[in-house]
């Protein structure tokens, strides 16, 4: 792909989506359910670690992008609220909110952090707000005058809506087409249009899990292992590459590379998916060779998590199990 401008830059256009997180440390889940119900019973108030942060798939990706040295627009409907904090968070980087309208209903998340002895996981409470209406009428037809070298599209692929935003985007934007799969536990509701939108995208980028629900849906087999997903999404003509907390895998016309990947010191892997699909994207950009792509998507991923688990520590202490 050619580089745009004076600028020497890959050009990415990121959409549609941007949420404020609002993490909580949660303990271990027994725990937490215990210490509600209490809580509840005795009609009192509990103490919890918190913290706000900026989140959503195409706002990570977009914002990691920036950071490893795009030049990056977002595309996105929100409150003015949440694109002042993308303006404070983005400044001093090459990340353009030109193409973000105010005056919606934003997206939100309520994201509760269990530790735990076999590590961190999270559970995720969305609230979608414009997000669930966002579809092909997002994107401006004076869009299509500008050259990016990469667009990007996050999330909404399990839909009617979000599938022909997808196909609108891909089809009248120039550039390589990066589509990411809609998550797992998302019930999906387009099967035929997620196909279409796939045949149109150059490359997929998506969780293990992602790429298997993706496979069951289009009838592609049930129960397959992360290498059998990856290689049959690539037969549909992409490029696929897929992560998870053990390994990343790249597969092209159903050839499969796999490189393995220990997640194990970290408290958390959220987020990490996106700033890996980032340097995937980057990578794909400059052409490097599949084993190339996955150890610097590895690489990049793991500097998010040990940098996002230092601020973690700051955020919440030394806390290791119920909140007070």
Not at 15 to 29: K, R, S, V
Not at 34 to 50: E, F, H, K, W, Y
Not at 193 to 218: K, N, R, W
Not at 283 to 308: H, I, K, T, V, Y
Request: net charge negative.
């Amino acid at each position: 792909m050619g580089m745009e401008g004076e600028t020497g830059k890959f050009r990415i256009l990121a959409m549609p989506d941007i949420f404020l997180d609002h993490y909580m440390a949660a303990g271990t889940p027994d725990d937490f359910a215990g210490l509600i119900l209490a809580t509840a019973s005795a009609g009192s108030r509990m103490r919890v670690p918190q913290h706000l942060s900026l989140g959503g798939n195409a706002y990570n990706f977009a914002f990691a992008a920036a950071r490893l040295g795009c030049s990056v627009a977002l595309l996105a409907r929100t409150s003015r609220y949440l694109l002042d904090l993308v303006l404070r968070e983005t400044a001093g980087l090459d990340f353009s909110t030109e193409y973000v309208t105010t005056g919606f209903e934003p997206s939100l998340t309520v994201a509760l952090e269990f530790r735990q002895a076999i590590g961190g996981r999270s559970v995720n409470i969305n609230h979608p707000g414009s997000l669930q209406e966002a579809g092909p009428e997002m994107i401006p037809d004076e869009l299509s005058g500008h050259h990016f070298d990469m667009v990007a599209v996050f999330n909404l692929t399990n839909n009617t809506l979000g599938t022909r935003l997808a196909q609108r985007a891909f089809s009248s934007l120039g550039g390589l087409k990066l589509m990411d799969l809609p998550d797992a536990s998302s019930p999906f509701k387009d099967p035929d249009g997620l196909s279409d939108s796939i045949g149109l995208a150059d490359a997929i980028s998506a969780s293990v899990e992602e790429g298997i629900a993706a496979c069951s849906l289009l009838g592609l087999g049930e129960g397959l292992t992360a290498v059998e997903s990856a290689s049959e999404l690539s037969r549909l003509g992409p490029v696929v590459g897929l992560h998870s907390q053990s390994e990343s895998l790249e597969a092209r016309d159903g050839v499969c590379t796999r490189m393995a990947v220990d997640t194990a010191a970290y408290p958390s892997t959220t987020g990490a998916g996106d700033f890996w699909t980032a340097a995937y994207a980057l990578s794909l950009l400059r052409l490097d060779p599949p084993d190339r792509r996955l150890a610097f998507a590895n690489e990049q991923a793991g500097a998010m998590l040990a940098e996002r688990k230092k601020a973690m520590e700051k955020w919440f202490g030394a806390q290791k199990s119920v909140p007070r």
